[in-house]
C-alpha cells in the first residue's frame, strides 16, 4: 500500500475550504490507503493525472469535486509515499503545479519547494539591474561557502543578484524554504558557520548519509518541520475530521530541537522576541517529558491566572485531552503555587494585599517613624534587595551588595531603612495579611526541607519573575537533567523583576536556545514594534549582559501599522469606533480585535463609546470569561501573552506612556529611573506586538516621546 503525507501549506488552506470540497479531499485520500499504487493510477474516480509542461515531472492532479483539484508529488523512484501540497480550482491547481519544483536540500536533506518559473523570469531582471548596483546582498560570501549551505544552481543565482535585504523579500515566496532562511540569516549578517550551526545541523538528520541523494520518502522522513505523514486510515480520517493548528504539528527546528531533544543535562533557557513560539515550545516539552516516565509530575507556571486558564486549554488540545496525562500537570501561576504550598504546608491560607494597599503600608511607615526617605524608595529597596537576597535580619541587609541600586546608603541610613521594613512587616502581622512574594519566601523555606514535588517544572512569561519566585520554582524540583525548561523575553519585561539565574541555583550556560522566526505578526508590525526599543538596551533573561533582536522576523506580510494623533479624547475615540466598525464589517469576529490602554480610565472611556455605537465589547480582567463574545479590552499589562488579528492601542500619549507617576525621578535614583522608563517602554512593545495583523496606535495631544517618528 502507499504511504500518503501532507503539507503544512495544505493544512494551512484546508480549514477555509467549503465542505463538499472537504469531503471530496477526504474521499480522495481514503483511496490513497485502500489502493496500490497501480490501482490509484487506474482509478477512474481519482484520475490521478500527470500535469502538462511541468517543470517538475511527478506532479500529479487529482479529482477532489467537479471544479477542484488536489495537487500530489508522486514518487517515481520505486519509493510509495504520496505528499498531498494543495487543493485549488481545476484551473489553477494545473498553473501552480507545473510552475513548481520540489527537490531536497543538499544540505539539510529536507524537501522544499519552489516557483521554478517565476524565478527563471525574474532572475535576469535583478541580474541586469545588479551590475550597477553600488553593492550585492551576498558579495562577502563564496559560492562553495553558500553551497555547503545547501544553495542550488538556481538560488545561487537568483542570490547573486539581489542587491538588498528588500529584494531578498520580494523573492521570499518563490524560494525553497530552508535555502530561504539560510539566506535570510545571512542578509542580517550572521556568519556562515552560525547559519550552518543554527539552520542546517537543526534540520539535517543524525544519521543522514554522506551522499545527499536520496528517496522521496526518505526526504519527506526528513521533513517533519512542514510535513506529516499520516501512518494508518484511522489517522487520516482523524486529522481530516478534526484539522489541527498548525502549531501542534509542524514546529520550526529550532523549537523541535529544543522540545523534543531527549534530555538536557540541566536547567534550559527558550528566549526569542514576541510571537516566536516559546509557548508552544515549552507546551511541547510538557509532551515531551510526560511521554519520558509513566508517573513523573510536571509543574507548568505562567504569569497571570487568565494565562494558566489559557495554558491548560491548548496543552488539552495537544495532548488529546488525554486525562491521565493531563492529571500529571499543574498549571498556575507560581504566586498560586506558593499559596497552595503554604496552605497545605502550614495549614493557613495566606492573605496576600495588593500594590495599592501596600503603598499605604509604606506611607505609613514613612509617617509613623518620621523617615527621611519616601514610601516609594522603601518598597523599591525593599522589593529589590530585601526580598531579592532573601534578607532576613538587619545585620545582613547592613553587609548586603546593593548593586542596581542608584543611589548609595551608609549604615545609618540602612537602619533607617530596616526600620522601615520592620514596621511594614508589623503592619502586614497586625492585620493578618502578607504579600505575595513574602508567600514565595515562605513556600520556598517549607519545600526545602523535603522531597521536591515536581520531576519536572517548565516556566513561561519567565522574564517578569522575582529572585522570590525563582527560589520556590527551585525548591519545586531537585536540581539534575531536565530539572527546569525556561523561557522568556527580556524585551517584555513589564514588572521590575531583576534577577540574576546563576546565583539561584538556575545556571543555563551552554543550555540556551533562541527562537528567531515570529509566527504572530506581520513583518510590517513587527519591524515598526521593534523600533520601540531601538534606543535602548535590554538585560538578558539570566540577568547578564544584554540580549538583543538580531535576526528576529516574520514570514508574514500586511499592512503597516496606523499611527495617528488626534486633537482631543472624543476624536480619539470616535475613530476607534469607526476602526472597530470597518473591522468588524472587514468580516473580523469581535473577540479578534483587542483594544488597549494605558489606564483602565481611557478603557473605560471606549467602552461606552463602542456600546453606544452597538458593539459587544469584554473587558479582560483577571480571568476572562473566554466562551462570551465581544472586542476585548484589556490595559496594557493585561495584554500579556495575549494575540488577536487586530489591536488597537489607544492613549499613547505624553504622560501617559510612559506613566509620569510611575517614573522614580531621575534625582531620587538615577537606576530606577531609567528601569521604570525601560519597564514602561517594553510595555508598549508589549501592547504592539500583541497584534497578528492589523495595529493602530493613537493619541490625543502630544505623542508618547516612545513612538518613532510621529512627526
Ligand atoms: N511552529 C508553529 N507553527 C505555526 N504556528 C505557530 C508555531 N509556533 C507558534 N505558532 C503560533 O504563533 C503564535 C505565537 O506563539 P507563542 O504564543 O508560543 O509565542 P511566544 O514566543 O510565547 O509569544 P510572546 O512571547 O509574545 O507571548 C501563536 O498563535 C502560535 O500558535
Known sequence: MPRLAFTQSFWDGYDTLEKPIRTGVRKAMAKFHALSVAELNADKGLHLESVENARDPRMRTIRITDFWRGVVLAPDDGSDTFLLVNVLPHNDAYTWAAKRIYSANSATRALEVRDAVALDQLTPLYETAARTAPQLLFADVSDGTLRELGIDDQVLRAARSLADKAQLDAFATLLPEDQLEVLQYLAEGFSPEEVYRDVVVVRRPADAPAEPVEDLATVIANTSARIRLVTGAQELEEMLEKPFAAWRVFLHP?????????????????????????????????????????????????????????????????????????????????????????????????????????????EKAVKQLGLTCTARFLAQEYRHVVLGQDLRDMDAYLAASRRGRGTGLGPARRREVWSGVQRFEQFLRDRGATTHLRVCARAADLLGGRQAPYAHVVVDEAQDLHPAQWRVLRAAVSPGPDDMFVTGDPHQRIYDSRVSLGSLGVTTTGRSFRLRVNYRSTEEILAWSARLLTPVSVDTLEGEGTDSLAGYRSLLHGRSPQVQGHATRQEEAESLVDRVRALLDAGLAPHEIGVCARFNLFLDAAEDKLKAAGIPVLRIRGQAARQAEGVRLATMHAMKGLEFRAVAVLGAAEGSVPFAREITPREADPLQHEADLLRERCLLFVACTRAREILSVTWSGAASPFLPNTT
Not at 297 to 323: S, W
Request: overall charge positive; hydrophobic content about 40%; charged content about 25%.
Open 254 to 362: 529550532s523549537q523541535r530541537r529544543v522540545a523534543y531533544r531527549a534530555s538536557h543535562s540541566g536547567p534550559v533557557q527558550v528566549t526569542g522576541g514576541p510571537g516566536t513560539g516559546k509557548t508552544v515550545a515549552a507546551l511541547h516539552r510538557v509532551k515531551h517529558l510526560l511521554g519520558r516516565s509513566d508517573d513523573g509530575r510536571i509543574l507548568l507556571t505562567t504569569y497571570t491566572n487568565a494565562l494558566a486558564a489559557g495554558l491548560r486549554d491548548v496543552l488539552g488540545l495537544l495532548l488529546d485531552e488525554d486525562e491521565a496525562l493531563l492529571r500529571r500537570v499543574d498549571v498556575t501561576t507560581v504566586d498560586a503555587f506558593a499559596n497552595g504550598v503554604v496552605r497545605t504546608e502550614s495549614a493557613t491560607a495566606p492573605k496576600p494585599i495588593g500594590d495599592r494597599d501596600q503603598r499605604q503600608l509604606w
